[in-house]
């Protein structure tokens, strides 16, 4: 079995023109060192990770998912040109939620949503209730 999650080969077949031959590889790495790691926690660092989990999950996609400063002002773009697009906009704020998917499904799984993370979960605007799982036709 790989080290901690970390595959032992990658077929990228040698194309390096592309991020997203590293995404991959990083997101199995994090599910599988997490899904490994975070049962055997202790239950006051699982709950600190459940509870802090939200909050920078939440800061990262707003960072991630809206302009920096630096662009604003460069572009000179208004500040209500900015709040109606990045701040006070429903579609925004569902492409926010969605970005975090993966993240909220896994924290889900480990067992890390509990009625204090999931309402800081609310209150960073990240929270989407559970789709229904595709069930498997075995």
């Not at 590293?22 to 790495?29: D, E, F, L, R, V």
């Not at 400063?69 to 040109?81: E, K, L, T």
């Not at 970005?99 to 309402?119: F, Q």
């Amino acid at each position: 079995m790989p080290s901690d999650g970390l595959p032992t080969k990658v077929n990228d077949y040698g194309d390096t023109s592309t991020a997203s031959d590293n995404t991959c590889t990083a997101i199995a790495y994090a599910r599988n060192t997490t899904t490994r790691r975070v049962p055997r926690m202790p239950r006051h660092r699982r709950f600190a990770l459940s509870v802090l989990t939200p909050l920078i999950i939440g800061l990262m996609a707003r960072i991630m998912l809206s302009p920096p400063g630096s662009m604003i002002r460069a572009f000179r773009i208004p500040g209500d040109v900015v709040r109606e697009v990045y701040v006070d906009n429903p579609e925004t704020a569902a492409q926010t939620r969605d970005s975090v998917a993966r993240t909220r499904e896994l924290c889900t799984d480990l067992g890390m949503m509990n009625p204090i993370s999931r309402r800081l979960w609310r209150a960073m605007g990240i929270w989407d209730e559970p789709k229904a799982r595709a069930r498997s036709k075995a």
